[in-house]
C-alpha cells in the first residue's frame, strides 16, 4: 500500500516497476485482452487507449482534459445545518481490517509481510473494539472478503460487540482498481458485496476502495450495485455528492478521506512519510478543533495492524480523551459511516 524503507527494497522495486513497465507496452503491442488485468496498458479498462507515458496529458486537447478530468467529480457539499440532537461536529472512526491482503501487490507472499496483517486480526482488533465498547462509540469497519474467508471470527467479533458497528466493502482481496479491466472491477466488487453480505449477516451500503485506488469505472461501478455511499476521495473534508462524467448527480454520498487522516503512513515505521505518534496525535487534535468549528466532520482511517499496536493504540486512545475533553456534553455525534450518509441524504433530500 505504501512504499518502505529499506536500500535493497527500493532498488528491487525500481527494476520491478522499469520490468513491468516492459511487460505493459510489450503487452499492449501484442494485443493483450481486455480481461487479462491490464487493457492494452490503459488504466481506463476497456477504453483501448494508450498508457500515460505513450499518451501525456500536456498533448491532450481541451475537450480530452474536460473529459478526462470530469469523469468523477465533487457535488454539492451536504454538511447538514446541525448533526443529531444538536450536535455541533460527527466524529467518523474507520478501520480498514486489511489482513495479509493489503502486503500482496504483485510480489510472491512473503511470511514476514503477511504476519504483519495477521496482527490486526489477531490482536489489534481486539484492543479496538474493547475501546470502542469502553467508550461506547460506534465504527465502521471496511473488509476485504478474503480477509473474512481467512478469519470469519473477525465479522462475529464486530458484529458482537457494543455498541452496534457497520461492515463495509474493502475490495475482494485489496486489488488495484486502476490495474483492472472494467468486467473484472465489477465482477470482484460485485463478489466483495455478496461475500460480505454472506458473512456479516446484512448487505454492505458502503465502499472504500482498496488503498482508496478508484478507478475511472468505479463510479459506474458503484451506481450498478446501488451503493449509499463511498468513503475513497478526497474532494473535500465535508460530505458531498458524487457527480458522473456528464455533470450528473449521482444520489451517492462521499465521505471524503485524507492522507493527513490515515494513520498507514504516518505510524508505520517502514512508511517513507514516517512520523512519531506522538506528533500524529497533534495534527489529529489539530484537524478535530477546526471540523468542530466548521461544525462538519472529523473522519479517520485506521488499521488495526497500525493503531493496534501498543503505542500507536495510545494514540487513539489519548485522541478519544481529548475530544472529549474539548467538546461540550451532546456536542459530539459520534456514527458509522452508514448513519452518517443516511442522515445527510435525508437532510439534502436525495
Known amino acids: 500500500m505504501h512504499t518502505e524503507r529499506s536500500g535493497t527494497v527500493r532498488i528491487d522495486r525500481r527494476l520491478t516497476t522499469a520490468v513491468a513497465s516492459a511487460l505493459t507496452v510489450l503487452l ?188 475511472p469505472n468505479t463510479l459506474g461501478i458503484l451506481r450498478e450495485l446501488d451503493v449509499l455511499y463511498d468513503s475513497s476521495l478526497m474532494a473535500d473534508d465535508r460530505p458531498y455528492e458524487l457527480v458522473g462524467p456528464e455533470g450528473e448527480p449521482t444520489g451517492i454520498v462521499e465521505l471524503p478521506v485524507s492522507w493527513i487522516l490515515d494513520d498507514w503512513p504516518h505510524m508505520n515505521p517502514m512508511s517513507d512519510r514516517y512520523a512519531p505518534p506522538r506528533e500524529v496525535l497533534r495534527v489529529w487534535q489539530d484537524e478535530f478543533d477546526v471540523a468542530y468549528r466548521e461544525g462538519t466532520i472529523f473522519l479517520l482511517t485506521m488499521h488495526p495492524q497500525v493503531i493496534g499496536r501498543r503505542s500507536r493504540f495510545v494514540v487513539l486512545r489519548d485522541l478519544l480523551s481529548y475530544i472529549e475533553s474539548r467538546a461540550g456534553e451532546g456536542d459530539v455525534w459520534y456514527a458509522t459511516h452508514r448513519q452518517a450518509a443516511e442522515y445527510v441524504a435525508e437532510r439534502a433530500g436525495m
Not at 124 to 135: A, F, K, T, V, Y
Open 28 to 215: 499492449a503491442a501484442c494485443g493483450a485482452p481486455g480481461d487479462s488485468g491490464r487493457s492494452g496498458g490503459s488504466y481506463l479498462g476497456e477504453s483501448g487507449q494508450a498508457s500515460a507515458a505513450e499518451d501525456p496529458a500536456w498533448d491532450w486537447s481541451e475537450e480530452r482534459i474536460r473529459e478526462e478530468m470530469t469523469r468523477v467529480t465533487a457535488g454539492r457539499d451536504l454538511t447538514p445545518e446541525q448533526w443529531p440532537g444538536g450536535a455541533r461536529v460527527a466524529v467518523l472512526l474507520s478501520f480498514d481490517v486489511d489482513d495479509g491482503t493489503v502486503h500482496l501487490d504483485g510480489r510472491p507472499p512473503s511470511p514476514r509481510d503477511l504476519s504483519r496483517g495477521a496482527y490486526g486480526p489477531r490482536r489489534g482488533l481486539e484492543r479496538i473494539l474493547d475501546l470502542l465498547s469502553e467508550r461506547e462509540i460506534p465504527a465502521s469497519f471496511f473488509i476485504p472478503a478474503v480477509t473474512l474467508m481467512l478469519n470469519p471470527e473477525v465479522a462475529d467479533s464486530i458484529r458482537a460487540a457494543e455498541p452496534a458497528h457497520e461492515i463495509g466493502v474493502h475490495g475482494w482481496i485489496h486489488e488495484q482498481n486502476t490495474s483492472l479491466s472494467r468486467r473484472r472491477e465489477r465482477r470482484l466488487t460485485g463478489r466483495a458485496f455478496d461475500y460480505l453480505e454472506e458473512a456479516a449477516g446484512r448487505r454492505p451500503v458502503g465502499y472504500r476502495a482498496p488503498s482508496w485506488d478508484f478507478s
